[in-house]
């Protein structure tokens, strides 16, 4: 599960790393208001799941609280990766830079360890630095019942190649780091780019990713807004037809469908197995914004997850979704008999065979070439 950059550098900051003034706004007021708070220019980031950000446009510039209403709206207007922007990070803008390194871990699901990446050409493509200039990065296991030393994370700076007088500093952010990373069972946590100021070393830009499995035990990511609603797994594919499904395994076998049957899935996407009419709303909502789709089949077998709030969710969406992109609906399981009622007192179509509605949705996307 991605989380968006104010979440992680909240959580940088509770392990100690340094990150610069900043506060989330949903309005151009409350982005001028809170421009004024920090009192210099700022930074105005859009805040999307989507990469690609800084290429897209999604990081403007404003010396004042009026521009930083100005650039809030004009980011408000645009779509990232197919990612509507509805949420800012208003953050203080770093004019004393004299150098930027690259930090990350991923979990290496090969390995099956944790792995270490560093470099000195931070702020820039961690692809194109690999492609061009692999011997750039340092790159380090670690083991993973085996506590993380401090010695260890500045051994790492010190392979890095960085002046003496920064090793131990950067080296601290290394480990402290991999606490997050560690204690929050993240699968990602970067850091790009690590600016070195004349004060000390500030994380510009933060990226983490919370493994899926792992966040029934992760209670205090409650405390931030991102968490406080139902969340699902969202994946952008190459394909036409978007597959939504409540499981992993139920989405991946109506993935697995729609190749059978010739075409591919344009989305991966989960609501989970205990979804609210307000997620499923959410999840339909998010598909609409992704411009590869043009149909969208949605595989729903009711366990947790009751098939009347899939059916009302639908019907939330489907005069204006309709319209864009054909649904092609599966919908069995609890209370099914209210759910397809429901859809049908709505003029909504539904199968109750998952590769009846799969073939439909292909048939629906051939039609349409």
Not at 79 to 107: A, H
Not at 115 to 123: D, H, K, P, R
Request: glycine letters at 8%; charged letters at 30%; proline letters at 3%.
């Amino acid at each position: 599960m991605n989380i968006h950059e104010y979440v992680a550098k909240l959580i940088f900051k509770k392990v100690n790393i340094k990150i610069p003034e900043s506060y989330v706004a949903d309005s151009p007021e409350e982005a001028a208001e809170k421009a004024k708070i920090i009192g210099k220019p700022v930074a105005v980031k859009s805040q999307v799941l989507s990469g690609g950000r800084g290429k897209a446009g999604g990081i403007l510039f404003a010396d004042t609280p009026e521009e930083a209403a100005e650039r809030t709206e004009e980011l408000f207007q645009k779509e990232i990766q197919g990612e509507k922007v509805t949420k800012v990070l208003i953050e203080e803008k770093i004019t004393d830079k004299l150098d930027e390194y690259y930090i990350s871990i991923i979990l290496d699901r090969n390995a099956k360890k944790p792995l270490i990446m560093a470099s000195t050409a931070g702020g820039m493509d961690i692809e194109q630095v690999a492609k061009e200039t692999p011997e750039k990065i340092v790159r380090q296991y670690i083991e993973p019942l085996d506590e993380f030393m401090p010695y260890q994370a500045r051994n790492i700076a010190l392979e890095m190649g960085v002046p003496s007088s920064e090793i131990s500093g950067i080296g601290n952010i290394i480990w402290k780091l991999y606490q997050a990373f560690e204690s929050y069972d993240a699968t990602v946590a970067e850091i790009n780019p690590l600016i070195k100021t004349s004060e000390g070393f500030i994380a510009a830009d933060a990226k983490m990713a919370i493994d899926d499995d792992a966040f029934f035990r992760q209670t205090r990511l409650k405390e931030f807004e991102e968490f406080k609603d139902e969340k699902f797994a969202y994946v952008k594919l190459d394909g036409d037809i978007a597959v939504i499904g409540n499981g992993a395994g139920l989405t991946l076998t109506g993935m697995d469908l729609i190749e059978y049957y010739g075409e591919k899935p344009a989305t991966f996407l989960d609501v989970g197995g205990g979804s609210s009419e307000k997620n499923i709303t959410r999840a339909l909502e998010l598909v609409h914004q992704n411009e590869n789709v043009k149909v969208i089949f949605i595989n729903v077998l009711g366990g947790i997850t009751r098939a009347d709030d899939v059916a009302h969710a639908i019907v939330n969406v489907a005069n204006e979704s309709i319209k864009k992109r054909p649904i092609v609906i599966r919908l069995t399981g609890t209370n099914e008999e209210e759910g397809q009622r429901i859809l049908r007192e709505n003029n909504i179509s539904f199968e109750t065979s998952m590769e009846k509605a799969a073939k439909k949705a292909v048939a629906l996307l051939r039609e349409m070439e």
